[in-house]
């Protein structure tokens, strides 16, 4: 079993930045996928980028650019730096977590573009 734990959302002004974090922990193995994915009112959970521990990454073309996704030495903690911020961005964002076949969510952290 897998727990993660998301934090850092809340409110920011357009163009503004905002760091998430997602720490996981439990029977993490040592080869795995964390990725970012969000959910804005009445859309689908759509996919944002993932790292392997490899350190590979891969991103959703709309946020190339303004999203960098990352991850501490141990591994175990995620992260995504968000710059340049829009109102479209407003969501619930979701930290994803998969290992041999097994796939684990966080519970979500609010995302609000504002002025």
Not at 45 to 64: C, H, M, P, Q
Not at 82 to 105: I, K, R
């Amino acid at each position: 079993q897998v727990r993660l734990v998301e934090s850092g959302g809340g409110l920011v002004q357009p163009g503004g930045s905002l760091r998430l974090s997602c720490a996981a922990s439990g029977s993490i193995f040592s080869a795995n996928v964390m990725g970012w994915y969000r959910q804005a009112p009445g859309k689908e959970r759509d996919f944002l980028a993932f790292i392997d521990t490899y350190g590979t990454t891969n991103y959703e073309d709309s946020v190339k650019g303004r999203f960098t996704i990352s991850r501490d030495k141990a591994g175990n903690t995620m992260y995504l730096q968000m710059n340049s911020l829009q109102p479209e961005d407003t969501a619930v964002y979701y930290c994803h977590f998969e290992a041999v076949g097994m796939h684990y969510w966080g519970q979500g952290t609010q995302v609000t573009v504002s002025s």
